[in-house]
């Protein structure tokens, strides 16, 4: 299951933003920094209304959604790589995660604390890439010196060595070690290290609900660094989105078009986590049940298989494929098969967004 962390300084929203992305989840949210002890994780739904009308076509008796697992992480702040604030504690829980979602704070108001005694979205920003990148140095320096005896005669220490050297300089001069371009065998020889500035970070601006729609000064500054640093920005309001839990489908839609968005933001933020992260999705439907599953982009119709079974893998045959579109345009599968638009496809077929999928296999 893909995971993101819910990573921030203390008192940004963070806490507020988690409970209403899973609802019912039980993080507690209090106007003073460290109310998170352990990391909160919940998981939710992944919003997709092609579900609902694959369903309908196929008569499904349950419908099955992809899902994301979120952790709230306790603020950070300066010093938390040297231990301050529980530093160490809650970096190790941000290197188990896939993603980060670093929520910013853009809203003014006199009654929540801010840790630093004033807004400064792209001063917080920098506290906490600062932090992330002082405890990879950390874990860098301590692992070089760990395989520095091996580099005379072990290839794969030198191709790690290299790789960390590179990475390093690049910490130090002020950027992450996702800025470096890593080869395959790089990238899996440094995966195990879990470096913090080598996920991909979506930039959360938590605006007031007045300015969700337009944002503002400061959530465009946040926006820009996003931009320049190949990452993703999205707006959210933390307050907008506990209130929508309490709403039925039309009053959200409703109170949503009032604000002049099209879309809650747990929506936005899974859509911003799927096109960092080079996600696709595909669909299983029939009597029994229509299922979305989650795969990386690229990945061929065996890989695909196997993510829903490692057998289907390794028995694959072919593939009956179809796209979500034109299924929906048969009326069904049986339609669409006496049409001539089921496909099958084999072992070389790369599987594409929106792909009506039916494995054919050896047990």
Excluded at 136 to 147: F, H
Excluded at 160 to 172: N, T
Excluded at 173 to 178: M, N, Q, S, T, Y
Excluded at 203 to 220: H, Q, V
Aim: aromatic letters at 6%.
């Amino acid at each position: 299951m893909l995971k993101a962390g819910i990573v921030g300084l203390p008192n940004v929203g963070k806490s507020t933003l988690f409970n209403a992305l899973v609802a019912n989840a039980q993080a507690q949210a209090a106007n003073f920094p460290f109310c998170t002890i352990e990391p909160n994780v919940g998981t939710v739904s992944v919003p997709d209304n092609r579900l609902n009308l694959l369903s309908n076509l196929s008569k499904s008796k349950q419908i099955i959604p992809t899902r994301i697992e979120f952790v709230d992480i306790a603020g950070l702040v300066k010093g938390a790589s040297t231990g301050e604030g529980l530093g160490n504690k809650f970096l190790a829980n941000i290197r188990e995660v896939d993603a980060i979602v670093h929520v910013v704070r853009c809203f003014q108001d006199d009654e929540v604390i801010h840790v630093s005694g004033s807004l400064g979205p792209l001063r917080d920003v920098e506290v906490i890439n600062l932090e992330l990148g002082f405890a990879d140095l950390n874990q860098i320096e301590k692992r070089r010196e760990r395989i520095k005896k091996q580099l005379r005669n072990n290839k794969e220490s030198q191709t790690e060595e290299a790789a960390l050297e590179r990475i390093q300089l690049r910490i130090e001069e002020g950027g992450a070690a996702r800025d470096i371009e890593l080869n395959e065998e790089e990238v899996a020889i440094i995966k195990p290290l879990g470096l913090l500035t080598a996920k991909p970070i979506i930039y959360a601006t938590n605006l007031s609900e007045d300015e969700l729609a337009s944002g503002n000064n400061l959530s465009k500054e946040v926006e820009m660094l996003a931009n320049k640093q190949g990452s993703q920005s999205i707006r959210i309001s933390a307050q907008v989105e506990a209130e929508l839990i309490e709403l039925g489908e039309k009053e959200r839609t409703d109170y949503l078009e009032g604000l002049g968005v099209n879309e809650a933001g747990l929506t936005s933020l899974i859509r911003a986590t799927y096109q960092l992260l080079g996600l696709r999705t595909y669909f299983t439907t029939g009597e029994k049940e229509t299922r979305a599953w989650t795969i990386k982009s690229g990945m061929t119709a065996p890989q695909a298989a196997g993510v829903i079974h490692t057998d289907f893998e390794r028995g694959f045959i072919r593939a009956q494929t179809i796209s979500y579109e034109k299924l929906l345009k048969a009326g069904s599968l049986s339609e669409a098969r006496s049409k001539g638009w089921l496909r099958s496809e084999g072992k070389e077929y790369v599987v594409d967004e929106g792909d009506v999928m039916e494995f054919l296999f050896n047990v």
